[in-house]
């Protein structure tokens, strides 16, 4: 499916992020990175339907973050390739193509089917975010059903509105 799904300009999503998504709890590198990705979560974690473009490189949230620059992560002189790495290895486990417009149920079907929560040791391997545990602990919420009377797609969690809106979030 490569045009936009329902007639909505699809969101742009580099590959890691799909994983991100279900662990994140408000830690960024800026409040504009944390103000963006809250907003990011929000759309992905709520009922409606979606488009999501998924990318290998800079995508919506990293234009947020104060480590990107023109096309690439500069936060140092092996970023790039790392998060290049990160991205290729979520893209292969959840066979996806990069460029391509998914409908974000499918991205969420995908995940919750094909990562487990000790997978991300291996695919996010060397993310400064993974000790905290929060991705595995999301990953592993989204596979147990923790909200089996959500329709699907969606994974509505506690302290979120029935808009997909984040308690406290700006946006």
Known sequence: MDR???GKA????RAHHLLCIHGFQ???YSAEFVATMARIVAAMRNSAPLPVRVVRGLDTACLSCPHHG???CEASPTSEAHVLGIDDRVLARLDLVPGRV???AELIRRTRERVRPEDLDELCAGCSWLSYGVCQEGIA???GGADRGAPPGSIHRKGEREDGDVDGAQG
């Open 141 to 143: 919420r989204l596979r």
């Open 70 to 72: 023109e096309t690439t």
């Open 4 to 6: 936009p799904v329902g």
């Open 102 to 104: 998914y409908e974000k």
């Open 10 to 13: 699809p969101l742009v999503l």
């Open 26 to 28: 408000g830690m960024g």
